[in-house]
């Protein structure tokens, strides 16, 4: 299930939630449901018995990473260390616990340090990540109103100005960190859940992947989306005449690589009441229409909750190597 | 979750060529089959030879690229992260920071010894 709970069911049952899923997306979306083909194949992974399952030799894709790491393994960077060596990752992300480009600010000489030791130790590709996190700019945590607060007080004007403001602010952080970070030697940075808090915490992102990429070329970005579907807190905003609320995975990634960007990771979030069959039909129909439009590697979220994997922070190895398979099986990804 | 996703679908990083892989799609913007094309070619392999983990561990060895390390041998002669990382940069044709950085440093002028 969606929140990783175990249950028994039937392959008619199975096909059942695979066609629902599909149409829910579909409908949602105006989009087109995936082909009896596909939901054949999804079937037969998802009616399987065994424990997991895998893509087929030499259909393996590249895995990235948000927050590398787990409280059991020492230093941030033993843990990069030990998911180079132990897990044989392909990449690895260091990574602030309060994941927030404006929180880093704060302490970003000892995040260099940390890139530093990382970059001597480790060999695959080291990432920086952390988040827009727009919120943080609002009243009481920062200098701007409070634009969840202004809007059901239908001060719209200024629910509108307070964002903007705030991506004025978010935009030099971001800038800022990552151009330390590359300066460091990180190999790439990643804006991770970019328009979590609606379309101008998307513009922010995009703003400062456009900035660094004009002043850095080799630098590898990263963006990775909040949700399926960018929310209008503001409502009017562009990135080069494309509106931002409302954009689906192949809109946000029409502007992400517009901005710049090397990798897209879109994000289709879980519901946990649902089937992992459901939500991963639902997921792949959403993410479906980025494959022919990218001209960029696409790297699909899989994480807890997203991409249908369950909302679950142990989600079980047989829902996840489904989920695994499925994505690149159906949709031909670049990666995860 | 990492260890289901790594089994399931990775390139397996160091224990095979995923790594090199990865540099391409971040650094260039490359597609999967262009990326591994790329790499492949490089290496003077197939695609489906860069998730072969034998045949990775061998030529990893050769080329001094860098490899995962277990008990049972010694990799004393191994390169260390930076000089692994020297040699993928020259291979892949990347400027990487950190090797970048480490040649300037050797390049840099010191003070005269008194």
Not at chain 1, 160 to 176: C, F, N, P, S, T
Request: hydrophobic letters at 45%; proline letters at 5%.
């Amino acid at each position: 299930m969606g929140d990783g709970t175990l249950f028994d069911t039937t392959r008619s049952a199975i096909r059942t939630d695979l066609e629902d899923g599909t149409q829910a997306a579909a409908s949602r979306a105006k989009l087109p449901p995936l082909e009896a083909d596909e939901l054949d194949h999804l079937l037969d992974i998802f009616a399987s018995p065994a424990r997991f399952t895998a893509v087929d030799i030499g259909d393996e894709v590249v895995l990235s990473k948000d927050g590398t790491g787990t409280p059991q393994l020492g230093s941030r960077v033993d843990a990069l260390y030990a998911y180079e060596q132990v897990l044989a990752h392909d990449t690895v992300e260091l990574f602030h616990i309060d994941y927030s480009f404006k929180a880093v600010k704060t302490v970003v000489p000892f995040e260099q340090q940390y890139m530093k030791e990382a970059q001597e130790r480790l060999t695959v590709p080291v990432h920086y990540g952390a988040q827009p996190d727009l919120g943080r700019y609002s009243e009481p945590d920062g200098p701007c109103g409070n634009w969840a607060q202004l809007l059901p007080a239908l001060k719209i004007d200024e629910a509108r100005a307070a964002q903007e403001a705030a991506v004025e602010l978010a935009v030099d952080d971001m800038v800022y960190v990552g151009e330390a970070l590359w300066d460091a030697g990180a190999d790439g940075l990643n804006f991770d859940t970019a328009g979590a808090a609606g379309d101008a915490d998307l513009l922010a992102a995009l703003l400062a992947v456009e900035t660094l990429r004009a002043r850095h070329p080799d630098m590898g970005i990263m963006v990775g989306m909040a949700s399926e579907i960018v929310l209008g807190t503001h409502g009017r905003l562009e990135f080069h005449g494309t509106r931002l609320a409302g954009l689906k995975p192949a809109g946000q990634l029409r502007v992400v690589q517009e901005a710049g960007a090397t990798v897209f990771g879109p994000a289709v979030n879980s519901n946990a009441s649902r089937s992992t069959a459901w939500n991963t039909a639902r997921a792949l129909t959403f993410v479906k229409p980025c494959m022919a439009a990218a001209e960029i590697p696409i790297h699909m979220n899989v994480g807890m909750g997203v991409g249908g994997v369950p909302m679950n922070a142990f989600a079980p190895i047989d829902a996840v190597s489904r989920v695994s398979r499925a994505c690149v099986d159906v949709l031909r990804l670049d990666g995860l | 979750m990492d260890v289901a996703h790594s089994c399931a679908s990775g390139m397996n990083g160091l224990r095979a060529a995923g790594d090199l892989v990865a540099r391409m799609q971040m650094a260039k913007g490359m597609r999967i089959t262009q990326a591994k094309r790329y790499v492949a070619d490089r290496l003077g392999v197939t695609p489906r030879d860069l998730s072969d983990n034998t045949a990775m561990h061998e030529l990893r060895g050769e080329l001094r690229l860098g490899r995962i390390f277990e008990t049972e041998a010694s990799y004393y002669a191994d390169p260390s992260p930076l000089e692994a990382k020297c040699h993928i940069a020259d291979l892949l044709g990347l400027r990487l920071g950190v090797v970048e950085r480490f040649k300037a440093g050797l390049a840099q002028e010191r003070p005269a010894r008194r």
